[in-house]
């Protein structure tokens, strides 16, 4: 069953922490997506990818870098993790862009303390 | 300035009775707007999509309404489960392209009790 799976599900770190957070989708689709959920905020998209190796830059960018090693592979890096990204984390894929099926993962959630 | 707004923020309904949800959002241009599920802890899953200028869906007991004139759209829950119990997420989507954008509302916390 086509799927993204991310990893860890849980995370805690320190402030000034490396952290790595990892996504695969296995329905063959182009765009993949990093998002932030906060309380009471939608979600926000931090960097999108239309394909291995491209890169775009999302709404809130800052403190963060993203890599797309294989169609399936999409990570973020947090390098100097503070605590306002403490957050829940998702990652979701599309087959061609906005209007079509979006698929989540079940969301990795990261504590900078 | 949040461009999709949603209402009310929380609902409390007893199990077998309807509900409904509304969104009002101001994103230009507004190609489509999907509602979502999120469980606690869990991913959004897509109930349905609407597209036209006024469009109806309907998937089981979950109807939805959009006005692109009002930007506007409502989603009906029928006969709400306790299994209902989620977050639902409007989300309006400013471009039918790679080009766009989703534009997320904060969601409604909807639960159902015995």
């Known amino acids: 069953e086509a799927a993204v799976t991310q990893s860890p599900r849980n995370k805690v770190t320190v402030t000034g922490g490396n952290v790595t957070l990892s996504c695969r989708q296995t329905?063959?689709?182009?765009?993949m997506y990093w998002y932030r959920q906060d309380t009471g905020h939608g979600l926000r998209l931090i960097h999108y990818?239309?394909?291995?190796?491209?890169?775009q830059i999302g709404d809130v960018p800052d403190g963060y870098k993203a890599t797309r090693t294989t169609q399936e592979d999409f990570f973020l890096l947090l390098e100097l993790a503070s605590p306002s990204q403490t957050s829940l984390y998702f990652c979701?894929?599309?087959?061609?862009?906005?209007?079509?099926?979006?698929?989540f993962g079940s969301g990795t959630r990261l504590l900078v303390i | 300035k949040t461009q999709v707004e949603q209402s009310p923020q929380s609902l409390v309904v007893r199990q077998g009775e309807n509900c409904v949800l509304q969104?009002?959002?101001?994103?230009?241009?507004?190609?489509?707007l999907r509602w979502f599920k999120q469980d606690t802890g869990k991913g959004l899953v897509s109930l349905t999509v609407?597209?036209?200028?006024?469009d109806k869906t309907s998937n089981g007991r979950y109807s939805a309404t959009l006005d692109k004139d009002a930007k506007h759209s409502t989603l009906h829950i029928t006969a709400t489960l306790l299994d209902d119990t989620a977050t639902y997420i409007c989300?309006?989507?400013?471009?039918?392209?790679?080009?766009?954008?989703?534009?997320f509302g904060a969601g409604t916390q909807l639960i159902v009790i015995p």
């Open positions: 979701a894929s599309s087959e061609w862009g906005t209007n079509s099926d979006y698929t």
């Open positions: 989300v309006v989507g400013d471009r039918g392209s790679a080009l766009g954008r989703l534009h």
């Open positions: 609407l597209v036209d200028q006024k």
């Open positions: 990818s239309y394909g291995a190796g491209n890169l």
């Open positions: 329905n063959s689709h182009n765009y």
């Open positions: 969104c009002n959002y101001s994103v230009t241009p507004d190609n489509h």
